[in-house]
């Protein structure tokens, strides 16, 4: 699957939400990049939700086909579609073990699923994208426990925060799924309600 590898410090300051977590480059200048990036950007109804709708694209590095899939699977399922989405969205594998503190940027995460680090329920899986289910076990691999990513992980485990949908073992990095997230324990800085609006239309 294709993904944006582009500058994301550039689609942060765009945004004006700082999408990587402590980017110390769109703390210096948290405008919008280019020439006439600090000029006044008349704000439309669509421009906010178009722009709500970015955010949650490229915090969870999803392109417009797939998110579209996702808001369909949204709108099918009970409950309110904009959590639904969201709920789908922070399911993924490669999310998954970003909040689980084993990878520092879920760029970052999406590479070591790639890579085929990581075995759910005893079986390899390498698709970033693949849906987390509740009771769900999370492994690394026994072969990739010793490299650096994996070992630094051990290290610094603490420093981040674990959501408590997930329980983390420290000593092998086995990530145990107690249930999939509510809409309180996600704290991506996006309003849903607008990207249902926007695709309500």
Same mark, same amino acid.
Request: glycine share 8%.
């Given at each position: 699957?294709?993904?944006?590898?582009?500058?994301?410090?550039?689609?942060? *300051?765009?945004?004006?939400?700082?999408?990587?977590?402590?980017?110390?480059?769109? +703390? =210096?200048?948290?405008?919008?990049?280019?020439? $006439?990036?600090?000029? *006044?950007?008349? +704000? &439309?109804?669509y421009?906010?939700?178009?722009?709500?709708?970015?955010?949650?694209?490229?915090?969870?590095?999803?392109? +417009?086909?797939?998110f579209?899939?996702?808001?369909?699977?949204?709108? =099918? *399922?009970?409950?309110?579609?904009?959590e639904?989405?969201?709920?789908?969205?922070?399911?993924?594998?490669?999310?998954?073990?970003?909040?689980?503190?084993?990878?520092?940027? #879920? #760029?970052?995460? *999406?590479? %070591?699923?790639?890579?085929? $680090?990581?075995?759910?329920?005893?079986?390899?899986?390498?698709?970033?994208?693949?849906?987390?289910?509740?009771?769900?076990?999370?492994?690394?691999?026994?072969? &990739?426990?010793?490299?650096? !990513?994996?070992?630094?992980?051990?290290?610094?485990?603490?420093? =981040? !925060?674990? !959501?408590?949908?997930?329980?983390?073992?420290?000593?092998?990095?086995?990530?145990?799924?107690?249930?999939? !997230?509510? =809409?309180?324990q996600?704290?991506?800085?996006?309003?849903?309600?607008?990207?249902?609006? %926007?695709?309500?239309?």
């Open positions: 699957m294709a993904r944006y590898t582009g500058p994301a410090t550039r689609i942060s *300051r765009r945004l004006k939400v700082d999408l990587i977590g402590g980017d110390q480059a769109f +703390e =210096r200048r948290p405008y919008p990049p280019g020439q $006439h990036g600090r000029g *006044r950007i008349k +704000e &439309s109804e421009l906010l939700q178009s722009q709500e709708k970015q955010k949650a694209r490229y915090t969870y590095g999803v392109l +417009e086909r797939q579209v899939r996702y808001y369909k699977e949204a709108v =099918r *399922r009970p409950g309110k579609t904009g639904v989405l969201l709920q789908i969205l922070e399911s993924r594998l490669d999310n998954v073990i970003y909040r689980a503190g084993i990878a520092r940027t #879920r #760029r970052q995460a *999406r590479q %070591l699923v790639s890579h085929g $680090h990581f075995l759910v329920n005893g079986v390899k899986v390498n698709v970033p994208s693949y849906q987390v289910s509740k009771w769900d076990i999370i492994d690394v691999k026994p072969k &990739s426990m010793g490299m650096l !990513p994996f070992m630094a992980a051990k290290e610094s485990f603490g420093e =981040r !925060p674990v !959501p408590a949908w997930l329980q983390v073992v420290p000593s092998n990095l086995r990530v145990l799924v107690h249930q999939l !997230p509510e =809409r309180a996600i704290d991506v800085p996006v309003q849903e309600q607008l990207i249902v609006e %926007l695709y309500s239309k």
